[in-house]
């Protein structure tokens, strides 16, 4: 099958256990069905899904996906308060970079109110749960 387009979905550390555990803040929904569901309903885009709790190899996936995708959903989890690497990753490639936050990461803690990656992103989508990844999607197809 053709696809016009190709987006890879990254996901970083423990977001393996959505919907089974802190439901209050990340909703009750596994990230694979959510990820099923969302390809259904966009059949004409190529979906990918990448999940690592490995800095590096997130890191790895992001320019591996710069080589191969037209565009990065990347929720990069607690690495987004904390990693150079990742944000460097992120501004080193051209292909476009939405980062996703399922939770309003600024009514929470005060060290996730700091992104390394937005800097260097196309857009940032903050706290509309699992919808955060289709409304990055959409950002996307506006274009096309
Ligand atoms: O809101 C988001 O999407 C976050 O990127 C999620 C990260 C957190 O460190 C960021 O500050 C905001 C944490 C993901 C952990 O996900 C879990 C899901 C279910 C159970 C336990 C952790």
Known sequence: ????????????PNLNLL??????????????DFFEALQK??????LL?????????????IQESAQNCDGI????????HTSV???????????PVVEVHISNTFSRE????????????KGVIIGFGLQGYELALLS???KH
């Open 41 to 46: 309903k966009f059949p004409k885009i190529q």
């Open 49 to 61: 899904y990448f999940q690592s709790n490995i800095e590096g190899e997130l890191i790895d996936k």
């Open 110 to 121: 005060e060290f996730r109110h700091q992104s390394f990656v937005s800097p260097n992103a």
């Open 85 to 95: 690497g990742i944000a460097d990753a992120v501004r080193g490639i051209k292909t």
């Open 19 to 32: 919907g089974r555990r802190e439901n209050d803040i990340y909703g009750n929904q596994s990230f694979i």
């Open 140 to 142: 996307f197809l506006e």
């Open 73 to 80: 959903i990347l929720n990069p989890a607690a690495y987004t």
């Open 1 to 12: 099958m053709f696809y016009p387009m190709k987006i890879n979905i990254i996901n970083g």
